[in-house]
């Protein structure tokens, strides 16, 4: 992508308010407000977005889910049905139709995933399935701390189904160990708490959440290797456990810290299928029990909470997206500063053109200095520089955030980005 062409709103100065990290983002150009809890994606935010749901895709592809699309207006009948159009916390959007139907924007999708399958699916040799959807989600909530707190969000959401408790313990153990993965990929540390189900009803939650300095909750976690332990202020055992204090599970350190819920899992076992009559036929055409999971992962949650763990809330000046072996999400993987015009504008053009649109070609009429800070501010994890040094050896110098840098030929630049990206 060409600098010149890019609508990238980045500034240096500050603009809005709200936290460090939420601060950052708008001043990076990648997220706009529309008003409380309402936030719009640049074309930079809108990658980062992408990157990160291409992770969480193939994290569900993997363990055999696929992907759907449900509408987000929900008719108030199959609400009614599962008992949750009056109990939704308060924090259900609803409106009538012309014809006056009630309608709601969906909070979650539990009721029409069920609906989906009610009446197609009718054999217990059907089942086990897991289907998901990356989408809107509604939620009267009280607006805060930008990306974490919204009216509208993003979410992956995936609901699994089945013939038998075991069948569903396994399922979610499955989904659960791809919730590790992915987060583990994205680069996101985090722990694993036990959760109450409230609203959603059923036998056991659990949240995978991000330790931050200031989040939307307290939160006391393991700090051991391998170690995914977590308490949030949420678990009547909170005011057991203090930090420092030995973890219950490994005996490694709890450490304190404000919690960020990125991802939210439930066994919901027959809660929805039984209020809404879903069965399906055994072997001898008797109706069997449909027994379900629930799981959820904040997009917004998680590209914001990528800040905050960067350095955000510790004062950190721009955008630091980690980088591990799966990659980044970082809105380009490779900046090209070129510095001086001729020949040098002409071999940044062509090190462009190899990589391809994944790398961002400062190409306008911005000062050197300038293309350096929006990279940074950006967080773009490996800078192509072309100046002097190119010059006087006809090599290009590769550096990362860290500023380790290595010399190449021009020809040899795309295979050293693609190092960087993959963390090596």
């Known amino acids: 992508m060409r600098r010149s062409d890019l609508f990238l709103p980045a500034s ?30 640049t074309p930079a935010g809108q990658r980062i977005r992408e990157k990160a749901v291409d992770r ?34 308060g924090e259900m959007f609803t409106l009538a139709d012309r014809d006056g139907r009630d309608l709601c924007f969906a909070p979650s999708h539990e009721e029409g995933m069920v609906h989906l399958l009610d009446g197609l699916v009718r054999s217990y040799d059907e089942l086990p399935l897991t289907l ?20 509208e969000f993003t979410m992956k959401d995936a609901y699994s ?29 985090f722990v694993i708490a036990d959760a109450a189900n409230s609203v959603m009803g059923g036998d056991r939650s659990e949240e995978f959440l991000a330790p931050v300095e200031s989040g939307t909750c307290e939160l006391l976690g393991c700090t051991a290797d391998g170690c995914r332990f977590g308490l949030s202020d949420e678990s009547p055992r909170f005011d057991a456990f203090a930090d420092g204090d030995d973890c219950p599970d490994c005996g490694g350190s709890l450490r304190s810290s404000g919690g960020v819920e990125v991802g939210h899992t439930f066994e919901l076992g027959t809660r929805y299928a039984d209020a809404m009559g879903f069965t399906v036929d055994d072997a001898d055409g008797r109706p069997r029990e449909v027994h379900m999971g629930s799981y959820g992962l904040g997009i917004g949650r998680i590209v ?63 000062s050197v200095g300038e293309r350096f800070a929006e990279s940074e501010l950006l967080g773009i994890p490996a800078k192509i520089i072309l100046g002097n040094h190119y010059r006087e050896t006809g090599e290009v110098e590769v550096e990362d955030r ?20 993959a963390g090596n």
Not at 12 to 40: D, H, N, P
């Open 132 to 151: 998901y959807q990356v989408g809107a989600k509604f939620r009267d909530d009280h607006a805060r701390a930008g990306l974490l707190r919204c009216k």
């Open 402 to 421: 860290d500023g380790e840098s290595r010399s190449v030929a021009p020809e040899a630049v795309h295979d050293a980005v693609e190092r960087f990206a």
């Open 12 to 41: 240096r100065e500050r603009r809005g308010e709200g936290t460090e990290a939420t601060e950052l983002l708008v001043r990076a150009g990648l997220i706009r407000e529309f008003g409380s809890g309402l936030w719009a994606l």
């Open 161 to 189: 189904f089945h013939t038998g408790e075991a069948s569903l313990r396994e399922g979610y153990r499955e989904i659960r160990a791809a919730y590790e993965r992915i987060l583990a990929d994205l680069g996101i540390e």
């Open 304 to 366: 914001q909470t990528m800040v905050m763990q960067g350095g955000a809330d510790s004062g950190e000046a721009a955008c630091r997206w980690p980088v591990t072996e799966w990659g980044s999400v970082a809105p380009y993987r490779a900046a090209i500063v070129p510095i001086g015009d001729g020949e040098i504008a002409a071999v940044a053009t062509e090190i462009h053109d190899a990589i391809g649109e994944d790398c961002l070609l400062f190409d306008g009429e911005q």
């Open 56 to 89: 969480i895709r193939r994290g569900m592809d993997g363990v055999g889910g696929q992907e759907v699309t449900l509408p987000g207006l929900q008719q108030r009948e199959r609400w009614e049905q599962s008992g949750r159009w009056g109990s939704f916390e």
